[in-house]
């Protein structure tokens, strides 16, 4: 069994040479692994069949098992996110500003990949050739672990990569994968060595990483998404239906609706009618029930510290507001600072929302659902993060990236700056 | 006394609002600051003196006394410090992409601050001023806990900057002081309202600091700086000893000189009288006591792991390295991801070193020292990240800033792009 920490250590002094390989290197890379899938297609579509028959075994369900899937359709769509990749500038390299300092004292910051990233993601095996993907155009070294459901669909994509890699001339170690679980426990613990770790899953797994590691940690662990509703623009029902439904178990579908007091008398049972006829429940505040007179009979009110809930089910929570403040503070507070929506044809109230709201993403007059690496244009996702500090939202190359200064001189100490025989003189370049 | 999670709380809710102020209305704040800090110099200085007094009694010395006084220099270099950081452009509300990702579906990433910001300093007055006046202009919402041994002056300084911050219209509690030390243990426990801690001091206050709190930390706990000296360039000893003794307290301050085997016979000796002369101790390998020949009867041989040491002291740690390579080794091994400098002529060999070392500064042919916000041109610093995520090096107005994608439609759903009904044309405006 491989040792997590001793890989980690290895890969950390391999590191900086993958970082300094043209981006020639890399794009050939890609597109030798896209070669390389594309000619064993019939392996990796009889290795799935492995993990797809111990699936049906244990009786996982539908919707599971379509993600598990690996066949043409997922081989063409990893084939052409490669090829959309390779077209992306190279985030290595770039100058992010060159001032200089004083005569012959020169300041450049250049961006460089991160180093050595843990990633663990949920059984998808489209998910492992993507992140690697990410990885190398960004040129960093990934520790990769995903879901045991795909183990050997993972085996055999991660095998073809690797060959790959191999081909293109990288330098050998700068991917590699767990496979047991106990391992993600080891990579908690490999502080100094891996740079950062990007957990995908459960708000439970997130957080279980986040409170046992010292490593960086990005991602997010809820997605509690609101919208407002301040006026029935033509389309909101629909929006809201889609937000909820079109992909329950996504971090940026819908969790609560936020009704103006002044319209919910006409808006509420309109809402019910529509999320009823797509199988949603919805549950929320005694004013809400009452406002569905008839209708709400079976309607569960709930306390008001449940509107932290994250369903990600056919669920949903409703509360009335009296006006987009009073939506704002429920959404800083509530909310978990992920994508937030407000629909009105108010250019005021949306404008302050857009202001006001602490979110990564906060939309006017759209789905929850757009916030997505893909739909942003981004060509593909490590992941989307609710944190702050370095990327926030959905995260492409360029989270992956970090830079460093380097300064060129001749000689030139700061004691003579501190005396005041030199100055500077800081003029951009 | 004041209950620091429920000002946290409380601010969490105000800092929305600070982050929506116009930038002529933090400059203006700012000048006031300036304003009643000069007009209130006497008062300052009356302070200043019962600090003065008490760390007299308690025996504190000549060096940490020069860091404690206010006078009329450090007056008149912090007002200097406002007026820069007033004409820097606004940090707040940049745009920093507008993309269309379909007809009338706009997004945009907009820079905005982090929000609320606890930071944790030394016992320097100067250091509140200026940590005072960056969250402003950056529109951030800050808790500040400074050394007790500046208890007076820091009072009376905050009390003249939150009045002038309230006559420029800026919203009420925007900044906090914490006065107790056990405050300190409340802020950590701050997650959810403060996004982000700055602690600056020593190694272990840092550390304690990173591991008791969820909140993300930026800063660094270790600085061990290198220099590789791999020809004796004309200024090698005087850029060694800057390095080493310009200031040895600080965190760029050099702790351990790598010199090339083939030039170690001639360098050593003179680099030992040139460091004994300037009062530091050398210590190092057995081999460099071989070439210090007489000189070294009295050297210390360390062990190898003792390469980690950062003394902030006038000692040095000095080892003889192959080449370049081994340096670059040595450095990524032990140090810090700090700052690190080589000594060459040879272009090459610099531009690896430069590439190679993963560290936030990189140097060719100067000291190391030079690693700081204002050196760098950034007006002033929070402190300096050794942390890859978010700001690396030194921090300024850009490390206080994160962003905020904004996404603008008229009824667009997912389902839509899902289906293929629609789809998306990412155009870049």
């Known amino acids: 069994m ?46 799935n069949h492995k993990d797809l028959d111990a699936a049906r075994e244990n009786g996982i369900s539908d919707a ?29 390299g770039k100058v992010q500003f060159r001032r200089s300092l004083d005569e012959g004292l020169e300041l450049e910051r250049i961006s460089v990949p991160i180093g050595v990233i843990g990633v663990i993601f949920e059984a998808r095996p489209d ?10 155009k960004s040129g960093n070294c990934a520790v990769l672990k995903g879901g045991k459901e795909t183990t050997y669909t993972n085996r055999i ?15 050998e170690g700068i991917l590699v994968q767990a496979e047991q679980h106990n391992e993600i426990d080891e990579l908690l613990q490999c502080e100094g060595d891996v740079d950062l770790l990007i957990p995908r899953g459960s708000n439970t797994f997130v957080q279980y990483i986040m409170n046992h590691t010292k490593i960086p940690v990005m991602g997010h662990a809820d997605g509690v998404c609101h919208i ?27 969790e609560t609706v936020l009704v103006k007091r002044s319209i919910a008398g006409s808006f509420l049972p309109k809402l019910y009618d529509a999320m009823t006829a797509a199988h949603v429940t919805m549950r929320g505040s005694e004013e809400v029930k009452c406002f569905l007179g008839e209708r709400g009979k079976d309607f569960e009110v709930m306390a008001e ?21 009073e939506a704002v503070e429920h959404i800083n507070r509530f909310g978990s600072h992920h994508t937030d929506s407000v629909l009105t044809n108010q250019k005021e109230v949306a404008e302050y929302f857009l202001q006001m709201v602490d979110s990564a ?7 929850t659902r757009f916030a997505d690496g893909f739909r942003y244009g981004f060509g593909a996702e490590v992941g989307i993060s609710t944190s702050k500090l370095h990327a926030r939202g959905p995260v492409g190359l360029e989270g992956l990236m970090t ?8 000689g030139q100490i700061v004691g003579d700056y501190a005396s005041g025989v030199k100055e500077f003189h800081f003029k951009d370049l």
Chains 1, 2 share one sequence.
């Open 2 to 47: 491989m040792n997590i920490r001793e890989e980690a250590h290895r890969m950390k002094l391999v590191a900086p040479k993958l970082a300094a390989t043209k981006e020639e290197v890399r794009n050939a890379a890609l597109a030798a692994i896209a070669e390389n899938l594309k000619a064993h297609q019939q392996e990796i579509f009889a290795e």
């Open 64 to 92: 599971v098992m379509k993600r598990l899937k690996f066949d043409e359709g997922k081989l063409k769509s990893v084939v052409d996110g490669i090829a959309q990749l390779i077209i992306l500038p190279d985030p290595v």
């Open 127 to 136: 998910a492992l050739v993507q992140i690697s993907s990410l990885c190398i």
């Open 157 to 171: 994509l991660f095998k073809l990569i690797v060959e790959a890699l191999s081909k293109a001339g990288l330098p």
């Open 228 to 254: 407002y509703v301040d006026e029935e623009i033509s389309d909101a029902l629909t929006i809201l239906v889609d937000a909820k439904t079109q992909y329950t178990a996504a971090c940026n579908a819908m």
């Open 305 to 325: 510290d449940a509107y932290h809930k994250e369903y990600t089910d056919l669920i949903c929570s409703v509360k009335c507001v009296e006006n987009v403040e």
């Open 361 to 367: 993403g906060v939309y006017h007059n759209c789905s």
């Open 403 to 410: 830079y460093k200064y380097k300064l060129r001189g001749h």
